[in-house]
């Protein structure tokens, strides 16, 4: 089949990668030329993907980047995998519609376009569709097949990808979600049919809203039993030992990348626009989580000061600016805590081995802290070392060596200087 995959970023590049593996004519479009170029030349920007598994798709042409939509003119599939923000808390499709108008203007009659992108329940046949029949002149199901199918990325924890990943699927109507199931069946390893697209949608949601809940009670529970002189991470662990209806989350220092902190807000702006009514529990577990950085940096400031060192003018060596074991540095925590310590004065320096100086929005995650790396001497001079991700690359044995002052958001090290969260 010959393939489109609209968006070549931290979705659609695996996807089009892997469907090009699977034997497909894969395009890979997206309109950041910086991307396509580095794509093109067999160069990967993403830290999970290595350019080795780009370099042999070109050679022998079954994945081409590009930035010209001509190119994209008599696909079988099209697969829209682009950001969906937010902006002052109402969900952001500008990218979906552009995409959408795009593929109208390529599409041709029995062709099939999937949306990835993660979104409120109803986008895909009140959205999509329209838009995409207003530009084309085509009805969906009729003339085209029209379906969603959200992404399930997590590119911090490698041991699940794309082909041992179940996959929703679904479709305006049953022509429709064959088609979509037919494709998706050729790339992973098993699909998983849903009844219709807003149930899928809802799904998506669901699935990290349930993630994004679950951290803020941790999270609330960690910053009561600081309080209250109570060990929150032993108590984690022996609740874990429950071999049914308990799951194990962890505290932390926040939430960070595009789906966590975005997707919930999508669906409360999709229940209060609906009902008329707030999703509490969503809007509750927001506030936890939002101030996680605010407390940290507090921590760290009360942490300073039993140490007869103040906070301001100190030199603080925070560890990660991208999730863990990522280079994603989107809706970055560290940004927060940075904002937050260097008002209260401090000298903050970031230490991410996995984040170029160079690469798209690590400046603007510094919140105009200095990058260093984590030497023995960066460690040994900092009045504080925060371990806010913990990476796998980071040796945390190096740390506790050389490091006076420890405060750690993931519990990674132990010794008589580390402050655990």
Same mark, same amino acid.
């Given at each position: 089949?010959?393939?489109?995959?609209?968006?070549?970023?931290?979705?659609?590049?695996?996807?089009?990668?892997?469907?090009?593996?699977?034997?497909?004519?894969?395009?890979?479009?997206?309109?950041?030329?910086?991307?396509?170029?580095?794509?093109?030349?067999?160069?990967?920007?993403?830290?999970?993907?290595?350019?080795?598994?780009?370099?042999?798709?070109?050679?022998?042409?079954?994945?081409?980047?590009?930035?010209?939509?001509?190119?994209?003119?008599?696909?079988?599939?099209?697969?829209?995998?682009? +950001?969906?923000?937010?902006?002052?808390? *109402? $969900?952001? %499709?500008? /990218?979906?519609?552009?995409? @959408? #108008?795009?593929? &109208?203007?390529?599409?041709?009659?029995?062709?099939?376009?999937?949306?990835?992108?993660?979104?409120?329940?109803?986008?895909?046949?009140?959205?999509?569709?329209?838009?995409?029949?207003?530009?084309?002149?085509?009805?969906?199901?009729?003339?085209?097949?029209?379906?969603?199918?959200?992404?399930?990325?997590?590119?911090?924890? +490698?041991?699940?990808?794309?082909?041992? *990943? $179940?996959? %929703?699927? /679904?479709?305006?109507?049953? @022509? #429709?979600?064959? &088609?979509?199931?037919?494709?998706?069946?050729?790339?992973?390893?098993?699909?998983?049919?849903?009844?219709?697209?807003?149930?899928?949608?809802?799904?998506?949601?669901?699935?990290?809203?349930?993630?994004?809940?679950?951290?803020?009670?941790?999270?609330?529970?960690?910053?009561?039993?600081?309080?209250?002189?109570?060990?929150?991470?032993?108590?984690?662990?022996?609740?874990?030992?429950?071999?049914?209806?308990?799951?194990?989350?962890?505290?932390?220092?926040?939430?960070?990348?595009?789906?966590?902190?975005?997707?919930?807000?999508?669906?409360?702006?999709?229940?209060?626009?609906?009902?008329?009514?707030?999703?509490?529990?969503?809007?509750?577990?927001?506030?936890?989580?939002?101030?996680?950085?605010?407390?940290?940096?507090?921590?760290?400031?009360?942490?300073?000061?039993?140490?007869?060192?103040?906070?301001?003018?100190?030199?603080?060596?925070?560890?990660?600016?991208?999730?863990?074991?990522?280079?994603?540095?989107?809706?970055?925590?560290?940004?927060?805590?940075?904002?937050?310590?260097?008002?209260?004065?401090?000298?903050?320096?970031?230490?991410?081995?996995?984040?170029?100086?160079?690469?798209?929005?690590?400046?603007?995650?510094?919140?105009?802290?200095?990058?260093?790396?984590?030497?023995?001497?960066?460690?040994?001079?900092?009045?504080?070392?925060?371990?806010?991700?913990?990476?796998?690359?980071?040796?945390?044995?190096?740390?506790?060596?050389?490091?006076?002052?420890?405060?750690?958001?993931?519990?990674?090290?132990?010794?008589?200087?580390?402050?655990?969260?």
């Amino acid at each position: 089949m010959r393939v489109v995959v609209v968006g070549q970023g931290y979705v659609g590049l695996p996807l089009a990668l892997r469907a090009a593996e699977a034997g497909h004519q894969v395009i890979g479009y997206d309109t950041d030329e910086w991307k396509v170029k580095r794509l093109a030349d067999g160069e990967s920007y993403i830290n999970s993907i290595p350019g080795g598994d780009i370099a042999p798709l070109l050679a022998n042409g079954t994945y081409r980047p590009t930035s010209d939509e001509n190119e994209l003119r008599g696909f079988d599939i099209a697969v829209i995998s682009v +950001p969906t923000p937010l902006r002052d808390g *109402t $969900p952001d %499709l500008g /990218s979906v519609e552009s995409a @959408a #108008s795009m593929l &109208a203007r390529v599409l041709s009659p029995g062709a099939t376009i999937v949306l990835e992108s993660t979104t409120y329940p109803g986008t895909t046949t009140g959205v999509v569709g329209p838009l995409i029949e207003s530009r084309s002149g085509m009805v969906a199901g009729r003339d085209f097949h029209l379906g969603f199918s959200p992404e399930r990325m997590a590119p911090q924890q +490698p041991e699940w990808g794309l082909h041992n *990943t $179940p996959k %929703l699927v /679904s479709g305006i109507d049953e @022509a #429709s979600l064959d &088609a979509v199931d037919a494709f998706y069946r050729t790339v992973v390893g098993q699909t998983v049919r849903v009844s219709g697209c807003a149930e899928a949608e809802l799904a998506k949601l669901l699935e990290n809203t349930f993630r994004f809940v679950n951290i803020a009670l941790v999270n609330e529970l960690a910053v009561h039993s600081h309080a209250l002189g109570v060990d929150v991470w032993e108590a984690i662990e022996a609740a874990a030992s429950k071999p049914f209806g308990f799951m194990k989350f962890t505290p932390g220092p926040g939430v960070a990348g595009h789906c966590l902190p975005i997707d919930p807000h999508y669906l409360s702006w999709w229940v209060e626009r609906g009902v008329g009514r707030r999703f509490r529990i969503v809007d509750s577990a927001y506030d936890v989580n939002h101030d996680m950085p605010l407390y940290v940096a507090r921590r760290v400031a009360e942490g300073l000061n039993s140490r007869a060192r103040s906070v301001h003018g100190a030199r603080v060596l925070l560890l990660g600016l991208a999730r863990r074991n990522t280079d994603d540095v989107r809706e970055s925590l560290t940004a927060r805590v940075i904002r937050e310590l260097r008002r209260l004065g401090a000298d903050v320096y970031v230490a991410d081995p996995h984040v170029p100086a160079e690469a798209p929005g690590t400046r603007e995650a510094l919140e105009g802290a200095r990058q260093v790396e984590a030497t023995p001497a960066e460690l040994a001079g900092a009045d504080v070392v925060v371990v806010l991700e913990d990476h796998d690359s980071f040796d945390f044995a190096e740390v506790v060596q050389h490091a006076g002052y420890v405060f750690d958001c993931r519990r990674r090290t132990h010794g008589s200087q580390v402050e655990i969260l």
